[in-house]
């Protein structure tokens, strides 16, 4: 509890319009359900899979997460099963009693030792409490989310990832290393979200930054969709922004 204490300066209490996540690792596909929950970082209010919570705790200082788990109910044996047939597959009522019941259990973890403590509970501090008990009853970010809030330029943008064509080009963009693939630069360089290129950026009027690659493509191509592949290690909610959008993206796949 002293150790939580001491680190009271890393929690916020969110504010009715910060965005919380709480349902989807914003870099894996862990969810509450997942073997190691989800962490919710108390102060970004961003959520984490046990794979990358002890990342984000070294890229961010931030040591307060509200930890969340869902375990499946045991069935009880005299439940009655339906037993659907073929023609009841994708129809409402078809496997209801099937599908599991979860409950949800929370606790405060505090990093880098994992120091776990019981939520709730009124011996934790008072500001803990208030900030988890408003994670816990706003919506989260993802369900709120809609592909049109990743971006200033919403409308614009938004039309295009709504009916964005991808090609299956069999690309698997890796998390890091990138080089444009028309020449060697590996900075400024944007990913198009059509198919997978990786180019680099604009030719500044004193010849820095890129070698027009990637508008180059854009202007043979007409793929509408990228974004700057730089500015995810530094700004985590874009990051969690453009991998939610990607993800509803069938073809191509980030691989972590
Ligand atoms: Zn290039």
Redesign the pocket.
Same mark, same amino acid.
């Given at each position: 509890m002293e150790l939580l204490r001491s680190h009271l300066s890393r929690v916020r209490i969110p504010e009715p319009t910060n965005r919380i996540y709480k349902q989807e690792c914003c870099i894996s596909f862990d969810t509450p359900r997942s073997e190691g929950g989800l962490y919710v970082d108390m102060c970004s209010f961003l959520a984490f899979g046990r794979g990358y919570v002890q990342w984000n705790y070294e890229k961010s200082g931030n040591p307060v997460y509200l930890h969340i788990q869902q375990h499946r109910k045991p069935v009880p044996e005299d439940r009655p099963l339906k037993k659907p047939t073929l023609l009841a597959i994708g129809v409402d009522g078809g496997f209801d009693n099937q599908e599991p019941e979860y409950e949800e259990t929370h606790s405060i973890i505090v990093l880098p030792d994992h120091v776990c403590l019981p939520f709730p509970s009124v011996e934790l501090p008072e500001k803990v409490r208030l900030a988890a008990d408003a994670i816990l009853m706003t919506e989260g970010a993802e369900r709120k989310e809609q592909i049109a809030s990743w971006t200033s330029e919403k409308k614009r943008v938004s039309a295009y990832a709504l009916d964005l064509q991808q090609i299956n080009s069999g690309v698997v963009i890796p998390p890091s290393g990138w080089k !444009?693939?028309? !020449?060697?630069?590996t900075d400024n360089l944007w990913l198009n979200l059509t198919d997978g290129m990786i180019? !680099?950026g604009r030719k500044n009027w004193d010849g820095t930054g890129?070698?027009?690659?990637?508008i180059e493509h854009y202007n043979m191509t007409k793929y509408p969709l990228s974004v700057k592949l730089g500015t995810i290690t530094v700004d985590l909610e874009g990051a969690a922004q453009m991998y939610s959008l990607i993800r509803r993206m069938t073809l191509l796949r980030i691989h972590y």
């Open positions: !444009c693939q028309k !020449c060697d630069k180019l !680099c890129g070698n027009n690659h990637a």
